[in-house]
């Protein structure tokens, strides 16, 4: 067994180390097959106009391009991707492409990284997403009496939140002001976003209270990215979830309770049919390039990153940024790892699994706050847990996340209170499914507490992995020392 996940985002290599990591032998062999066809690549400009003529006619000249260009493309692609710069396919396989084809090119590679990094189109941009139902304690009156922001920074996650603005200045203000707190000094089109407030709806620029993201983009078509935005998104609002949990166990101050953005001057609506990106612009440092992107793809679920059903204690979290920095690594290692061993990856392996079934979890915790009429909190949260706890189904579930969650909290002062009301959930979870009626007693915010602690510790556990296993959650929660927990005060 080896200790070699390293799954935190690092930074971008220079063209030297990339080039080293991109051509592997199998790269070698398709990039000296396309450049032994230099002269049939040179008419077509495009891949598009490759493709079709590959498709039309076939000419011997072109036969074998395609798997070796699929090849080099993807490599190329995926190595950037392992670094976040989520650069659109269709950007990066004409760059790759362009160079290729140009008989004066020697070095294909190097020569795309160049020009990569010349025009400045894997700088970070940011995701102003829309959300709803979020509510920020203890701040309700003071943007009316202070000269103070609903607004929180969370720089180890690179996210800001923002209540609601009810002025299209104030939110492009505070893009502004978060894209500052990422390292990013560019400036947002005002023009844009004005045309955006009266071609579309979007009421929630101004009504809603808002996530900015930061994230390395840059695309051609709408929805190329699409999968590396919702995975950012994801994690963004787990944060937020987590946060809202963890306050369970902080002492409760007076008036903090009081005042939230979510019932003080708020006309937020869930009429919400986009989100805006805010990309580099090639060639242009001081400048944001905007996106208004139709969420018509992958809509469920953008619908459901939007429901942001909790409330966050300002005051509390800005005394506790060890344990929110916590909470910010354990949901980053979790982004990366499902990253390269899911999206990047077609190996099903044992990280394969594993990060799927915690980035399952959280699907599940996060659905446990939804607005419901019955009881699909309790479902849901007692779903969460187990496909965090277990591999697999066996008898005596219950007992089984009892005594996991009580050794990945060892030594954490809630430890008694979490692991009992982790036993009632199950069986409050078996009466409501089972005969639809309840009536066992569950403190659901204990629960999830519990749930985001055990999250925490299981993710400190993850380099522990091992390279085989039928059943890794089990190996590294009953197979490994504990380790020391945040104590949450």
Same mark, same amino acid.
């Given at each position: 067994?080896?200790?070699?996940?390293?799954?935190?985002?690092?930074?971008?290599?220079?063209?030297?180390?990339?080039?080293?990591?991109?051509?592997?032998?199998?790269?070698?062999?398709?990039?000296?097959?396309?450049?032994?066809?230099?002269?049939?690549?040179?008419?077509?400009?495009?891949?598009?106009?490759?493709?079709?003529?590959?498709?039309?006619?076939?000419?011997?000249?072109?036969?074998?391009?395609?798997?070796?260009?699929?090849?080099?493309?993807?490599?190329?692609?995926?190595?950037?991707?392992?670094?976040?710069?989520?650069?659109?396919?269709?950007?990066?396989?004409?760059?790759?492409?362009?160079?290729?084809?140009?008989?004066?090119?020697?070095?294909?590679?190097?020569?795309?990284?160049?020009?990569?990094?010349?025009?400045?189109?894997?700088?970070?941009?940011?995701?102003?997403?829309?959300?709803?139902?979020?509510?920020?304690?203890?701040?309700?009156?003071?943007?009316?009496?202070?000269?103070? =922001?609903?607004?929180?920074?969370?720089?180890?996650?690179?996210?800001?939140?923002?209540?609601?603005?009810?002025?299209?200045?104030?939110?492009?203000?505070?893009?502004? =002001?978060?894209?500052?707190?990422?390292?990013?000094? =560019?400036?947002?089109?005002?023009?844009?976003?004005?045309?955006?407030?009266?071609?579309?709806?979007?009421?929630?620029?101004?009504?809603?209270?808002?996530?900015?993201?930061?994230?390395?983009?840059?695309?051609?078509?709408?929805?190329?990215?699409?999968?590396?935005?919702?995975?950012?998104?994801?994690?963004?609002?787990?944060?937020?979830?987590?946060?809202?949990?963890?306050?369970?166990?902080?002492?409760?101050?007076?008036?903090?309770?009081?005042?939230?953005?979510?019932?003080?001057?708020?006309?937020?609506?869930?009429?919400?049919?986009?989100?805006?990106?805010?990309?580099?612009?090639?060639?242009?440092?001081?400048?944001?390039?905007?996106?208004?992107?139709?969420?018509?793809?992958?809509?469920?679920?953008?619908?459901?990153?939007?429901?942001?059903?909790?409330?966050?204690?300002?005051?509390?979290?800005?005394?506790?940024?060890?344990?929110?920095?916590?909470?910010?690594?354990?949901?980053?290692?979790?982004?990366?790892?499902?990253?390269?061993?899911?999206?990047?990856?077609?190996?099903?392996?044992?990280?394969?699994?594993?990060?799927?079934?915690?980035?399952?979890?959280?699907?599940?915790?996060?659905?446990?706050? =939804?607005?419901?009429?019955?009881?699909?909190?309790?479902?849901?949260?007692?779903?969460?847990?187990?496909?965090?706890?277990?591999?697999?189904?066996?008898?005596?579930?219950?007992?089984?996340?009892?005594?996991?969650?009580?050794?990945?909290?060892?030594?954490?002062?809630?430890?008694?209170?979490?692991?009992?009301?982790?036993?009632?959930?199950?069986?409050?979870?078996?009466?409501?499914?089972?005969?639809?009626?309840?009536?066992?007693?569950?403190?659901?915010?204990?629960?999830?507490?519990?749930?985001?602690?055990?999250?925490?510790?299981?993710?400190?556990?993850?380099?522990?992995?091992?390279?085989?296993?039928?059943?890794?959650?089990?190996?590294?929660?009953?197979?490994?020392?504990?380790?020391?927990?945040?104590?949450?005060?």
């Amino acid at each position: 067994m080896e200790s070699t996940l390293n799954l935190m985002p690092t930074k971008l290599p220079n063209n030297k180390a990339l080039k080293l990591i991109i051509e592997t032998k199998a790269f070698k062999t398709s990039l000296a097959f396309l450049k032994s066809r230099r002269p049939a690549l040179a008419p077509h400009r495009s891949l598009e106009d490759l493709f079709w003529e590959m498709d039309e006619k076939s000419p011997a000249a072109l036969k074998g391009v395609e798997p070796h260009l699929q090849k080099v493309c993807w490599v190329f692609r995926k190595t950037l991707y392992s670094y976040s710069i989520f650069i659109g396919g269709s950007v990066l396989d004409q760059i790759l492409y362009d160079k290729i084809r140009d008989e004066a090119v020697d070095d294909p590679v190097t020569a795309a990284l160049v020009l990569i990094r010349s025009v400045g189109i894997h700088k970070p941009g940011v995701i102003l997403y829309p959300i709803h139902s979020l509510g920020l304690l203890g701040v309700g009156l003071w943007e009316k009496l202070t000269k103070g =922001r609903y607004e929180l920074f969370i720089s180890d996650a690179e996210i800001c939140v923002r209540a609601q603005t009810n002025s299209l200045k104030e939110t492009i203000a505070f893009v502004e =002001r978060s894209a500052e707190s990422f390292g990013v000094n =560019r400036t947002v089109p005002v023009e844009s976003m004005e045309h955006y407030e009266r071609s579309r709806p979007t009421k929630w620029l101004t009504r809603n209270p808002l996530l900015a993201v930061k994230a390395h983009l840059f695309s051609r078509e709408y929805y190329e990215n699409h999968n590396f935005i919702i995975l950012q998104l994801e994690r963004a609002c787990s944060l937020l979830f987590c946060l809202a949990s963890l306050q369970n166990g902080f002492p409760v101050l007076r008036n903090e309770s009081l005042f939230s953005s979510g019932r003080t001057n708020n006309w937020e609506t869930q009429d919400i049919h986009h989100f805006v990106l805010l990309e580099a612009t090639a060639g242009n440092r001081k400048r944001f390039e905007t996106r208004c992107i139709p969420m018509n793809a992958r809509a469920i679920e953008l619908a459901e990153l939007s429901n942001v059903n909790v409330d966050i204690n300002l005051k509390s979290w800005a005394r506790r940024q060890p344990l929110m920095e916590k909470v910010c690594v354990a949901l980053g290692t979790i982004e990366q790892g499902y990253l390269k061993s899911n999206i990047l990856s077609d190996k099903e392996g044992v990280k394969h699994r594993t990060f799927k079934k915690i980035m399952q979890s959280l699907r599940y915790f996060r659905r446990s706050f =939804r607005y419901t009429s019955g009881d699909d909190d309790v479902v849901m949260l007692t779903i969460a847990l187990e496909c965090l706890l277990t591999d697999s189904y066996a008898p005596n579930g219950g007992e089984r996340l009892k005594e996991r969650a009580s050794i990945l909290l060892k030594g954490h002062r809630r430890k008694s209170d979490c692991v009992r009301e982790i036993g009632n959930i199950y069986l409050a979870r078996n009466q409501i499914v089972h005969t639809a009626e309840c009536e066992q007693e569950v403190d659901l915010q204990t629960v999830r507490e519990g749930y985001t602690l055990c999250l925490l510790s299981l993710v400190e556990r993850l380099p522990l992995l091992p390279k085989e296993s039928g059943n890794p959650i089990q190996f590294i929660i009953e197979g490994s020392a504990p380790l020391a927990l945040p104590t949450g005060s």
